[in-house]
């Protein structure tokens, strides 16, 4: 079999993209597919005349967050006067909750990232004679919401032509028909910077309409003139960015005020008036962000001691486990134990837990078979919320294990390699040709290559702790350097095989490639 070398390469990332209908800006589709488009702007449109009250709900992930600020960046440019209000996850729970309407009395209320699954506070708001439009991108539920109206691919008779889009992809749309409705003068493109943040982090498939907007969206975070970019360029001092560096640098510091503490924090960032209050916000993220890694590093360990490999599902459960953190916890177990998580934080009595799977089933749907069990849940394909009293969870535990018996081959996708990797040919412009075809993620992974029969020269044992390896290996007479974080088995046979990606090393000014190693197969 032939091994992957520069030609090679290019042919195989090229492909991916060689069907996009969406290639350029030009190309991606307008609003006007979107169920209730049409019924939501003429209602925005009148309550700016009528200068009624409009009050923003967002939600505390980087999408609820991005989602928020672009409703509020959106409607500053056009002079009008909005509240909005990002919820609490400890105080308030999730997105529009009862306990959110008692903190609005007239108006109109647009939801943003959330809203699909609010049914008892829909009907709290019908009461108070407020109306509400929903915007959303979570799977619709048996019972929906009483709204005015409902913006969300994912209703069934909604003919928008790309269904797996995040909910500042729907807010974003949703600005693009009110400037139309009012024949306004803003650019639409100027939010690409926020927008690519929002998809990248909710793990949207980076592919068609995805991929071109994030494409666009990275190379305007290095000109955005908001504050808060130009903190994170100054800090972070690339020359261009990589999906990688939303993902594993900005996202979980924008995560970290939600998770931790109040949302409000990362909202403040990203709206920040002046480089000061940039940095203050960059300051106090970064410090909720260190505190929440040394909290998910307890919480996952303690978690994989309940872990059972004979079960379809890890589903375990921990008195006062952090809310906040667990959502991670089950990411890094979906990840680890190669099958869906549900990890669960017990207080008086009631478990919240949060889902995560990277799999060929649907959680929703799996979940959806245990709702008799369930005080409520919502979410996707790939990740949900929920909760139950804690007198359910083994009985909650036996039916999902029940449930995903018939499906033990779609636990897991495990990435697909690009085939043989020839080491020899691995240099500055390979790498090029894998950042060329930027952004990477769901559905367009970052290749990944196999390197069959290597055997070590020498191995250092690196960081804080000696957790990571940095390997000197030999590969048919090719020496070259790769790390494996988070694993210091330095008991390894004379020859193994290697899955490993590719990073280009910035240090000091001089770029080299880097090998990291993914998986050692013994």
């Not at 190669?338 to 009631?350: D, E, R, V, Y």
């Not at 919320?385 to 499906?407: H, V």
């Not at 390197?451 to 191995?459: D, L, N, Q």
């Amino acid at each position: 079999m032939s091994k992957v070398t520069k030609n090679r390469l290019f042919e195989l990332l090229s492909a991916r993209h060689a069907n996009s209908l969406y290639s350029r800006l030009a190309d991606i589709p307008t609003p006007n597919n979107f169920k209730d488009i049409h019924k939501a702007t003429s209602r925005i449109k009148t309550a700016i005349l009528n200068n009624e009250t409009i009050t923003i709900v967002g939600d505390y992930d980087v999408d609820g967050v991005v989602s928020t600020t672009i409703m509020v960046d959106f409607f500053q440019k056009i002079n009008v006067k909005i509240d909005y209000i990002i919820p609490n996850r400890f105080k308030h729970g999730y997105g529009l909750s009862p306990k959110i309407v008692d903190m609005i009395d007239s108006g109109l209320v647009i939801t943003v990232d959330n809203g699909i699954s609010a049914v008892s506070a829909a009907l709290k708001l019908k009461e108070k004679g407020i109306d509400l439009i929903i915007t959303d991108h979570h799977t619709v539920g048996i019972e929906v919401p009483y709204a005015y109206a409902i913006i969300n691919p994912k209703q069934e008779d909604c003919t928008f032509e790309f269904k797996d889009i995040c909910g500042a992809q729907v807010a974003w749309y949703l600005c693009a028909a009110i400037k139309k409705e009012l024949n306004l003068d803003v650019k639409m493109t100027d939010f690409l910077d926020l927008l690519c943040v929002a998809i990248i982090a909710d793990i949207m498939p980076m592919t068609a309409l995805n991929y071109t907007l994030v494409k666009q969206g990275l190379k305007k975070i290095k000109t955005s003139p908001r504050e808060a970019f130009k903190k994170l360029n100054e800090v972070m001092g690339k020359q261009a960015l990589v999906s990688d560096d939303i993902g594993f640098f900005i996202a979980p510091k924008i995560n970290s005020a939600g998770r931790m503490q109040d949302a409000s924090t990362a909202l403040e960032f990203l709206l920040s008036k002046n480089s000061f209050q940039a940095n203050e916000s960059l300051q106090e993220l970064e410090e909720l962000n260190n505190y929440r890694k040394t909290l998910q590093e307890e919480i996952t360990k303690r978690a994989q001691s309940k872990s059972s490999k004979e079960d379809n599902a890890v589903i375990v459960w921990g008195e006062d486990w952090h809310e906040g953190v667990i959502g991670i916890v089950a990411s890094k177990l979906s990840n680890s134990f190669k099958k869906p998580a549900f990890i669960f934080s017990l207080n008086n009595g009631i478990a919240k837990g949060s889902a995560r799977a990277n799999a060929n089933i649907n959680l929703h749907t799996i979940i959806t078979k245990a709702s008799h069990l369930l005080l409520g849940f919502g979410g996707h394909k790939n990740a949900a919320g929920l909760s139950l009293k804690e007198e359910n969870l083994e009985e909650f535990k036996t039916l999902i294990n029940q449930e995903l018996e018939d499906f033990k081959d779609d636990l897991h996708i495990d990435p697909v390699t690009l085939g043989e990797l020839d080491v020899a040919s691995v240099d500055l412009e390979f790498l090029d040709i894998i950042d060329k075809f930027e952004p990477y993620g769901l559905e367009n992974h970052k290749p990944i290559f196999k390197v069959s029969k290597v055997s070590v020269v020498k191995i250092n044992l690196m960081g804080r702790d000696k957790n990571h390896m940095k390997l000197v290996l030999n590969s048919e007479g090719v020496i070259f350097e790769a790390i494996k974080f988070n694993d210091s088995n330095i008991n390894l046979p004379n020859s193994f095989d290697l899955i490993v990606s590719l990073n280009k090393n910035e240090f000091r000014g001089e770029v080299t490639p880097q090998f990291l190693i993914q998986e050692i197969i013994i």
